[in-house]
């Protein structure tokens, strides 16, 4: 049977004439300006892209109805000059420099933690030339890739042994596999933590082959309920800490010390996850005292398990340090091969730690450390400079300094907020999510927060020089160029 087809939204003639009037692909890349792009980009890149702008006018043109177009599909010269563009885009990388203006220090979507200038050029060495990732240079003989970062780690840790994995999830799957698969691993109710991209501490265990048994409540979990569950087949009494929430009110959890003395009875090993991998004391940054692996090992856990990434300052990485003969027998599982580290972050890591031997020096040449550390005053003349730095663009959008608050980030530290001074920018002629997206779409990115239709910069997380970047993209997307940014002009660097 047939039967007529029918437009549900029929066009007007009005928009069959826009439509009609964009040029076919192959005539779009006989343009001068589209044909010159193709002996800069791949071919395919261009058509991709020519499609591409050809469908997004032709849905502009249909989402418009009956109203007026307008300019809605322009000239051939500007389709042509938004082909280019769209090309020039496709071609660079998806990763990109950003400017962190959110305040958030470690901030996990933007890559967390930045490297200090030696462990960035310590990474780009491994990048770019060979080393002795796993050669011994005196015997001429293979050797570990741990050799780079164990020492080091013992030294500052006190343990005996150390073993580096690529994150901190796969260090605590690893030390599972080891001691407890096929057996039991007991652990509070309170402290089944969910981390990052909804990946939760059970389903680790689990993959790992280990059975969770629980105990205690979500607030209240004592001595005596891990001592309840020890059975034949306990292998591991494992204690996280609450790194990326708070528990207040009516809580109690079992203190380390109490779990390996009950350990020790029942010759059941103790594992901590720390998570943020503070290696340093936090109260000295402003922050509440952050459990470190020190305290940990002098407490008597058997492994402590932590991040490289994120107090610590470091690349992504997983750190477990404890004992020896534990250490070891995780070196020999299968499982370590497949979370191991890879050359670069190895790297990055060992510059990163040989910062620690000093740790006041730590401060000042890791920037996580450095940015929790920022001064009230220099953040509020940075603040200012760049203030003043806009003052001329007071008819595009109102400017004003204003106390605020910052956050660690990254899992740590979720009870304390940060004092800073913002830059806060309330666009006249626009929202401010389009000058949000403005800040975004620039290169280098800027990222920043909206709170009450303001764009909030917090020069907690800026580092050297980028106040003047933000300047000048805050300029060009308010429409008004970069007059005033010079360096040094203004105070704005």
């Given at each position: ?465 980028e106040d003047r970047v933000v300047v000048e993209s805050i300029r060009r997307v308010l429409g008004r160029g970069s007059a005033g940014t010079e360096s040094g002009k203004d105070g704005v660097r």
């Amino acid at each position: 049977m047939c039967r007529a087809w029918r437009w549900s939204n029929p066009m007007s003639g009005k928009e069959k004439d826009e439509l009609r009037s964009l040029p076919a692909v192959e005539l779009l890349l006989q343009h001068p300006v589209v044909r010159d792009a193709q002996s800069e980009y791949p071919r395919s890149i261009v058509v991709q892209a020519a499609r591409e702008v050809l469908a997004g006018i032709r849905r502009r043109v249909l989402a418009a109805g009956s109203s007026k177009h307008g300019d809605l599909v322009g000239s051939h010269d500007a389709i042509a000059a938004a082909v280019v563009e769209r090309a020039r885009r496709k071609s660079e990388p998806s990763y990109r420099w950003v400017v962190n203006a959110t305040g958030v220090v470690v901030h996990t979507n933007l890559g967390r933690s930045a490297l200090s200038e030696r462990a960035a050029a310590a990474v780009s060495g491994a990048a770019t030339r060979y080393g002795n990732l796993e050669y011994d240079l005196a015997t001429g003989a293979r050797t570990t890739r741990q050799m780079h970062v164990e020492t080091l780690l013992c030294e500052i840790t006190g343990a005996e042994a150390a073993f580096v994995v690529n994150n901190n999830a796969g260090a605590v799957m690893l030390i599972a596999y080891t001691l407890a698969r096929g057996r039991e691993v007991i652990c509070s109710r309170g402290e089944l933590i969910e981390i990052g991209g909804s990946f939760r501490l059970p389903e680790v265990l689990t993959a790992s082959g280990a059975r969770l048994v629980e105990v205690g409540t979500t607030n209240r979990t004592s001595v005596h309920d891990y001592g309840a569950a020890i059975g034949p087949d306990t292998a591991m009494l494992l204690k996280v800490h609450l790194s990326n929430f708070v528990m207040s009110g009516f809580v109690s959890q079992v203190p380390l010390r109490d779990l390996v003395e009950l350990g020790a009875r029942h010759g059941v090993p103790v594992v901590e996850d720390l998570g943020s991998g503070a290696l340093i004391d936090t109260s000295e940054l402003g922050l509440g005292h952050e459990p470190t692996p020190q305290e940990s090992v002098e407490a008597g856990a058997d492994v402590v398990t932590f991040s490289g990434d994120k107090l610590l300052g470091g690349t992504q990485a997983g750190i477990l340090v404890g004992r020896r003969d534990v250490i070891d027998k995780a070196r020999r599982s299968p499982v370590a091969r497949a979370v191991r580290i890879d050359k670069m972050n190895l790297a990055g890591m060992e510059a990163t730690l040989v910062a620690y031997r000093d740790p006041r020096g730590a401060v000042g040449e890791i920037p996580t450390l450095r940015l929790i550390a920022r001064s009230a005053e220099e953040l509020e003349k940075s603040a200012r400079d760049m203030a003043r730095a806009l003052e001329d663009m007071a008819d595009r959008a109102g400017v004003s300094v204003e106390p605020g608050w910052s956050e660690v980030g990254g899992g740590a530290s979720p009870d304390v907020a940060l004092p800073t001074v913002l830059v806060c920018l309330a666009p006249r002629a626009r929202t401010a999510e389009d000058l949000a997206a403005g800040l975004r779409a620039g290169e280098p990115a800027v990222v920043a927060r909206i709170k009450d239709d303001r764009v909030l910069i917090d020069p907690r997380t800026l580092l050297a020089g980028e106040d003047r970047v933000v300047v000048e993209s805050i300029r060009r997307v308010l429409g008004r160029g970069s007059a005033g940014t010079e360096s040094g002009k203004d105070g704005v660097r």
